[in-house]
């Protein structure tokens, strides 16, 4: 669903006065828009996000400890395997690449699935939801990706409300580099990388 963007002015006010609230330094008045008056957005399509959960999840699972013949075989009975990119496939199969990154791409997941309701909340301060593993497909016990879309009730969150967020988490990846810049603890329970992740997401 194609809709018109919020004002990106009024978004980025928002923003900047939860920046304030958690004491967080603010962006530079030349900080960039995310996007511009008059633009449409819309959400990739709940199966194209679904996939890209499904494969974040294989990753994790591979981080600790799945053997790559079970992963590559759980991407093959999915139909999933064109949906993994060149370095994650090197990492699936034969463990090449920064085991580190890949583990942090836990925060990408959760945002992935804040966008498609897969849970409520995603707060800059909280850590991943300990319930969110729930929620994922069970690969250990066979679940196939087709099995766990028909499982998981996708409620995706309108484009309005994820831009929002988007512009949101683009000013707290700032901040947070600017705070940890400065030697100093950040607010909550979560750092600057966990913050990265989840806007990339």
């Given at each position: 669903?194609?809709?018109?963007?919020?004002?990106?002015?009024?978004?980025?006010?928002?923003?900047?006065?939860?920046?304030?609230?958690?004491?967080?330094?603010?962006?530079?008045?030349?900080?960039?828009?995310?996007?511009?008056?008059?633009?449409?957005?819309?959400?990739?399509?709940?199966?194209?996000?679904?996939?890209?959960?499904?494969?974040?999840?294989?990753?994790?699972?591979?981080?600790?400890?799945?053997?790559?013949?079970?992963?590559?075989?759980?991407?093959?009975?999915?139909?999933?395997?064109?949906?993994?990119?060149?370095?994650?496939?090197?990492?699936?199969?034969?463990?090449?690449?920064?085991?580190?990154?890949?583990v942090l791409h836990h925060d990408a997941l959760f945002s992935l699935a804040w966008v498609l309701g897969l849970t409520k909340l995603l707060d800059p301060t909280l850590p991943v939801d300990e319930r969110l593993v729930e929620r994922m497909p069970d690969i250990a016990a066979g679940e196939t990706f087709a099995e766990w879309r028909s499982r998981i009730l996708a409620a995706p969150?309108?484009?309005?409300?994820?831009?929002?967020?988007?512009?949101?988490?683009?000013?707290?990846?700032?901040?947070?580099?600017?705070?940890?810049?400065?030697?100093?603890?950040?607010?909550?329970?979560?750092?600057?990388?966990?913050?990265?992740?989840?806007?990339?997401?």
């Amino acid at each position: 669903m194609t809709v018109s963007a919020p004002d990106p002015r009024e978004v980025r006010e928002a923003s900047l006065d939860e920046l304030s609230r958690l004491g967080l330094p603010l962006p530079p008045p030349q900080f960039p828009l995310v996007w511009e008056p008059g633009d449409q957005i819309e959400l990739r399509s709940t199966a194209e996000i679904e996939a890209r959960i499904a494969v974040l999840h294989l990753i994790l699972a591979r981080c600790f400890g799945m053997p790559p013949q079970a992963a590559m075989s759980w991407l093959l009975a999915s139909h999933l395997v064109e949906k993994v990119t060149p370095p994650e496939w090197q990492f699936v199969t034969g463990s090449k690449g920064d085991h580190r990154s890949f583990v942090l791409h836990h925060d990408a997941l959760f945002s992935l699935a804040w966008v498609l309701g897969l849970t409520k909340l995603l707060d800059p301060t909280l850590p991943v939801d300990e319930r969110l593993v729930e929620r994922m497909p069970d690969i250990a016990a066979g679940e196939t990706f087709a099995e766990w879309r028909s499982r998981i009730l996708a409620a995706p969150q309108h484009p309005a409300d994820a831009a929002a967020l988007l512009d949101l988490h683009y000013c707290l990846d700032w901040a947070y580099l600017e705070v940890e810049r400065d030697g100093r603890r950040p607010p909550g329970l979560v750092d600057a990388n966990a913050i990265g992740q989840r806007r990339w997401a």
